[in-house]
């Protein structure tokens, strides 16, 4: 990128940040400090913050889908697989807005979003089609969030049922209607991102501590609908860049956005390889059963703690997911450039209660991400944005006055087109062809088994006659575990 575009993509800096260089009391210090964030540290907080999320304790239950090896494999793949397609959206909306500020368009009021580049880009039925993907997923991802909630926090009280506790956090998640916008999260994805890093490092040290229990099987891929459910899973996991484009547009300096989610996921692997290959070496195929690595183990201070900062954290999540939602139905209803917080977190409500009720009537964590992820995510943040790169860049004149151009070790224009027409295929194929079957027959047999609006999904009162009059012993804790009576059994 020459000098002179560079600047160019600077100029639409928010209000808050043309404020540099006046003087400040202790109370705009204060802000800055905690509130507005647009650095390149920022957007790798957000990025690696809102990637792994609850999906940190369902990739157990997808390594005894996949098997170990399968389950490592698949990590490293998609995660720079991931960080290609994250790679391509920085490019595509660069682009975009270099375009339209040289047409002398002001974004300090607007936020730029993906269906917006699109639009910019490729014309009326690319955004819609986008539009129509980024919001379902989006909208999902918000409902997955409520649902690990409830499922999580019953592993600490389970005096209430997880439907119950569903309504109660879907309360607690709508106060995100007052977080303007991602350029307002700096203390809240500084926060997560710790909260994760504990809660996998605990996951991995309380799993070899525990040692594995007595016959444990590693039985890894047995059938071909576990096999792709898992692998939709770990698809979920590094498909977290739906909200790119609004993490790009909060930052100072845009054109810094590039390398960054490779970075995030490179930091986001050492949590999750390592938490995953424990608790699968530890309980193996009781993972099966089990789509929330916490059910697994004893409980303890520890684990009560990882509980109480995940749920803290997947508040945080919901506020990346609904965010980018809430801009889009305030651009729908005229009051996106309304200056009034409250105003604007009024118009917001709306948006949050049909993400209550989906939560309520699919409460399946686990087999979720994967149904999620084969078809909503394989189109939202892989073949869309690859296709959209290969369409805006297909004539001559496109690749010669493009503002970033490939650079050589990824074989320039040809190296590009190769490596996105290998992702289109990949992700069609066994993401959402191979995955989407295996995703579906699994996410029916729950509803088969628990019903919709089922009270309390995998809890011990909800076991199917079955198993609730099985008589088998579970084993007993290994000589090297604790003390502490063995896991209750969880229907498939």
Request: glycine share 6%.
């Amino acid at each position: 990128m020459d000098e002179s575009s560079e600047k160019t993509v600077i100029v639409g800096n928010y209000v808050e940040m043309e404020t540099e260089g006046k003087p400040r009391n202790i109370k705009s210090k204060v802000s800055n400090l905690f509130w507005h964030g647009g650095s390149a540290y920022d957007a790798w907080f957000s990025c690696a913050s809102n990637q792994v999320a609850q999906v940190l304790l369902t990739l157990p239950y997808s390594f005894s889908q996949l098997g170990m090896m399968s389950g490592v494999v698949f990590q490293l793949f998609y995660g720079l697989m991931g960080s290609w397609t994250a790679y391509i959206i920085s490019i595509l909306y660069v682009e975009y807005r270099t375009r339209k500020e040289r047409e002398k368009v002001d974004f300090r009021n607007h936020v730029i979003q993906w269906f917006e580049v699109l639009d910019g880009l490729l014309g009326k039925h690319w955004r819609n089609v986008g539009l129509a993907f980024n919001c379902t997923f989006l909208l999902f991802g918000s409902v997955i969030q409520l649902i690990a909630c409830a499922s999580n926090i019953y592993y600490i009280n389970d005096n209430l049922d997880k439907r119950t506790w569903t309504y109660i956090f879907g309360a607690c998640c709508a106060t995100t209607v007052f977080i303007p916008s991602f350029h307002n999260y700096r203390i809240w994805s500084f926060l997560g991102l710790l909260m994760t890093t504990y809660t996998a490092w605990y996951l991995t040290i309380a799993s070899i501590l525990h040692g594995q229990v007595e016959g444990v099987e590693h039985s890894g891929a047995t059938k071909l609908v576990l096999y792709f459910t898992g692998a939709t899973n770990i698809l979920y996991t590094f498909g977290g860049h739906a909200v790119t484009v609004e993490i790009m547009h909060a930052m100072w300096k845009p054109q810094k956005f590039k390398a960054i989610y490779l970075l995030a996921t490179l930091y986001v692997l050492t949590l999750t390889l390592p938490s995953a290959a424990a608790v699968y070496w530890a309980f193996g195929d009781l993972l099966l059963n089990h789509s929330n690595a916490f059910s697994l183990l004893p409980r303890s201070p520890f684990r009560d703690m990882a509980v109480i900062l995940m749920l803290i954290h997947q508040f945080i999540t919901f506020g990346f997911a609904c965010t980018p939602l809430y801009f889009v139905w305030e651009k729908a209803i005229g009051m996106h450039e309304c200056k009034s917080l409250c105003k604007r977190a009024a118009a917001r409500l709306p948006v949050v209660v049909p993400i209550w009720f989906l939560a309520i009537v699919f409460p399946f964590f686990g087999p979720i991400n994967s149904t999620v992820g084969s078809l909503l995510v394989s189109f939202t943040v892989y073949i869309i944005p690859a296709l959209a790169h290969i369409f805006t860049f297909k004539s001559a004149a496109a690749r010669e006055n493009a503002i970033e151009q490939p650079p050589k070790y990824f074989g320039r224009w040809v190296g590009t087109y190769v490596i996105n027409i290998f992702v289109v295929v990949w992700v069609l194929i066994v993401g959402f062809g191979f995955g989407g079957w295996a995703s579906m027959v699994n996410f029916i047999h729950q509803i088969d088994t628990f019903g919709l609006f089922t009270k309390c999904y995998q809890c011990p009162s909800q076991l199917p006659p079955h198993l609730a009059n099985a008589t088998t012993p579970l084993p007993p804790p290994a000589a090297n575990t604790t003390h502490l009576p063995p896991p209750r059994l969880h229907t498939p």
